[in-house]
């Protein structure tokens, strides 16, 4: 089609592939995971929040995931998000069983379990990209602003303190909740640094063009999400 130029040719291959997404009965399957690009993943990221927002939430059999779900899972992509109840990542981006891998710990942050989570999900499960996926309102970027100790939170809380300190000296000490939406903001930036500085094989994956890893905000009022550079 030499009338389309190439953003819009680009823009008609993503809506076929998002089309065989959505034309799905039952699970993912391997050819589908293993025809994606990194690119047309966070594409059906993105599709999964409109669909969620938009009231279009794509309606699975719950019969045929389960039929499909022993034979095995190829996840699109993992997301590595915060324990918040506001945030269920699933209904975040209308996935169905076996769409994605969600790892969660309080703070969305990359202590060495998650990274390894995150390791498995792409390097040996197939998945086309990471999601670092902070939120607003988060009580644990509070806590860690605030400088909580308290038992296991002391150290969960210390990895948050990077972007809170830099956080502070853009904003100030004052624990607004628009500061403290701006440190989770610059958490995901900092867990997504973590994730390419403290695992060779993310960051070999990501170099290769094999995986992408990008960042978002979830706003616990709208539903939204933020895309982070
Ligand atoms: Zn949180």
């Not at 990471?130 to 308290?150: P, S, Y």
Request: net charge negative.
């Amino acid at each position: 089609m030499p009338f389309l130029s190439l953003d819009s040719e680009h823009e008609h291959e993503l809506c076929i592939m998002i089309d065989r997404y959505l034309s799905l009965e039952g699970a993912m399957g391997a050819e589908l995971q293993q025809s994606l690009t990194p690119a047309d993943a966070v594409a059906l990221l993105k599709d999964g929040v409109r669909r969620s927002t938009s009231g279009d939430a794509s309606q699975r059999s719950r019969a045929a995931l389960l039929e499909d779900a022993a034979g095995g899972q190829y996840p699109y992509a993992a997301v590595l998000s915060c324990i918040d109840s506001r945030a269920p990542v699933e209904h975040i981006f209308d996935a169905a069983s076996g769409d994605l891998f969600v790892a969660r710990v309080a703070g969305n942050v990359a202590s060495p379990d998650l990274i390894a989570s995150l390791e498995y999900a792409t390097k040996y499960a197939g998945s086309k990209a990471i999601l670092v996926l902070g939120h607003t309102r988060c009580g644990a970027v509070k806590g860690a602003w605030a400088g909580l100790e308290d038992g296991h939170l002391t150290g969960l809380l210390g990895r948050i303190q990077p972007a809170v300190a830099a956080t502070k000296a853009e904003v100030g000490e004052e624990d607004s909740l628009s500061n403290l939406d701006r440190c989770s903001t610059v958490n995901v930036k900092e867990t997504m640094a973590a994730l390419r500085n403290e695992s060779a094989i993310l960051a070999g994956l990501e170099a290769e063009g094999k995986i992408a890893i990008v960042g978002g905000v979830y706003d616990v009022a709208t539903g939204e999400v933020a895309w982070v550079d």
